[in-house]
């Protein structure tokens, strides 16, 4: 029979991974919906948001699963809730392919360079996912062309954020697993 403390162990180590997830995901969420641009430019201007932020943090962080469920649910939940519904299921399949993408990476590798090739192959899938997403939108295959120097800024501006913050934030995980 499992004593108290290997129950509680058990369950503590089946819950953490929901529980760090929910929380990729719920920021961002808050992270796309609240701290964006709207852009002026192209046929649908395009948005410009801090979402990739949190999906390329908790990827890097907690992995491959975490990473495409925090960042495609995410984001996607961002674009149900604000009148880009259309936009939705493109958004799960593509966040979440590229944050499945920079999680795996990490899996394989902790080396600073390995987090930057990954988060360059995310910024390859956004451009690549939202332009096919676009012209099957919009039936027209010029127009998605005027949305990829958004989503550049985007993923750029997420990576060199995430790039200060990344070490500092992988020590402090660390600090906190070790008394866990």
């Known amino acids: 029979m499992m004593k108290q403390d290997e129950i509680r ?29 709207r852009l002026p430019i192209g046929g649908n201007g395009g948005l410009i948001h801090l979402g990739n932020v949190p999906l390329f943090v908790f990827a890097i962080l907690f992995g491959k699963r975490t990473g495409a469920i925090a960042g495609g649910i995410g984001m996607a939940l961002f674009d149900l809730t604000s009148g880009w519904t259309l936009w939705a299921p493109f958004t799960l399949v593509t966040v979440g392919l590229m ?49 990829v120097p958004g989503n550049l800024i985007q993923v750029g501006a997420a990576m060199v954020i995430v790039l200060i913050v990344i070490v500092p934030l992988k020590k402090a995980v660390k600090e906190i697993f070790r008394f866990s």
Do not use: C
């Open 9 to 37: 162990d058990n369950a503590m180590h089946r819950l953490l991974p929901l529980v760090i997830t929910a929380m990729g995901l719920a920021l961002t969420y808050v992270f796309t919906a609240f701290v964006n641009i």
């Open 99 to 147: 944050g499945f993408v920079v999680g795996a990476a990490a899996e394989k590798s902790q080396k600073y360079g390995w987090n930057v090739a990954a988060m360059l192959l995310a910024l390859v899938i956004k451009v690549v996912g939202y332009y096919i997403a676009e012209g099957m939108i919009y039936g027209n295959w010029v127009t998605p062309a005027l949305s």
